[in-house]
């Protein structure tokens, strides 16, 4: 275990002093995401995973995932011990993937994520401009303010991506001083530095709709992984959904993700569930970073 983390915590040291290079301008944006792929120090892995932003590294990511597997696979970058089938070691845990390459591509990807659960529910916090808010404390790989309607907040209709990274920063300082939660299994792993903010979907091939918030001002250009996963755990926790059930989820633009209850399962001495997530990714490019040292600003800049 301590071997596992130095290297992770290595690589990641490594990762956050250059992360600006490609992820900021010139060179890119700051709300752009990566992944570090590096040789798994587990036995039953077929190789690791650090999933990097512009504020930091995160403990999972599920459109991440989906895309890394994608890439890999197609450009060749892992063989799989068994064709088809994948296991990922994330600092989060072990995530087990599914994909489908009938040809040249692969069209899709299914993850089985970590455990998720149900951290805290009916949490009040007071949001300026919003008023008193109820939010649910939900994790699916990373901690979520989960927020469905309510008298405080009708729902994502007639709202724009601004106002969501708007009130997103003001939940989320708010929610600093009411709630910190920390992973019974890992305690690297804590505070709520996500939210989702949930309404009725606009596709009938869906089931519900979110908006995810991460980072310092980003919204998830897909219904989000580990969102999908959170949400899942906090309907569970709640018993809106069963094992067995699938759970579709649009995201702003309008994509979704299929989720799926697979099995009951503890996160420490919590009650959660064993959540899957399907989706597809496509590579649109490849990239070649130079880093000219003479430039006043060859390693990055952000205008905030």
């Known amino acids: 275990m301590g071997h596992r983390q130095y290297r992770g915590r290595a690589c990641a040291t490594h990762w956050l002093g250059n992360r600006g290079r490609q992820y900021a301008a010139f060179r890119g944006h700051d709300i752009m995401s990566g992944a570090i792929i590096y040789p ?46 994948l296991s990922i070691e994330a600092p989060a845990g072990k995530v087990d993937i599914e994909y489908e390459k009938p040809g040249e591509f692969v069209e899709s990807v299914r993850m089985v994520n970590v455990a998720s659960y149900l951290h805290a529910a009916g949490i ?16 699916g790989g990373n901690y979520y303010a989960v927020v469905e309607p309510q008298d405080a907040w009708a729902g994502l ?28 299994d890992d305690d690297r792993i804590r505070g709520v530095h996500h939210a989702l903010w949930c309404d009725k979907p606009n596709s009938p091939d869906a089931d519900g709709q979110g908006a995810v918030f991460y980072g310092d001002k980003a919204i998830d250009r897909s219904p989000g992984g580990t969102g999908t996963s959170a ?21 702003v633009i309008g994509t979704v ?19 899957s997530v399907s989706g597809w990714a496509r590579i649109i490019g490849h990239n070649t970073i130079f880093v000219d040292d003479r430039g006043p600003l060859a390693l990055r800049f952000q205008i905030k």
Not at 125 to 135: A, S
């Open 157 to 184: 209709a007639g709202i724009s991506g601004a106002e969501i990274v708007d009130l997103s920063c003001r939940l989320r300082h708010a929610l600093a001083g009411v709630c910190d939660p920390v992973h019974p």
């Open 124 to 139: 009040e916090v007071d949001v300026p401009g919003l008023g008193r808010l109820v939010v649910d404390i939900a994790y």
């Open 231 to 251: 949400h899942m755990a906090q309907l569970y926790g709640k018993g809106r959904l069963r094992v067995g059930q699938t759970f579709r989820q649009e995201c």
């Open 257 to 275: 993700f299929v989720g799926r209850v697979e099995a009951e399962m503890a996160a420490g001495s919590y009650r959660g569930i064993k959540p």
């Open 40 to 85: 798994a120090y587990r036995p039953d892995c077929d190789f690791a995973v650090i999933f990097v932003e512009v504020s930091g590294c995160l403990p999972m990511c599920g459109a991440g995932t989906i895309g890394l597997v994608s890439a890999v696979i197609e450009e060749g970058l892992v063989t799989p011990r068994v064709p088809g089938r």
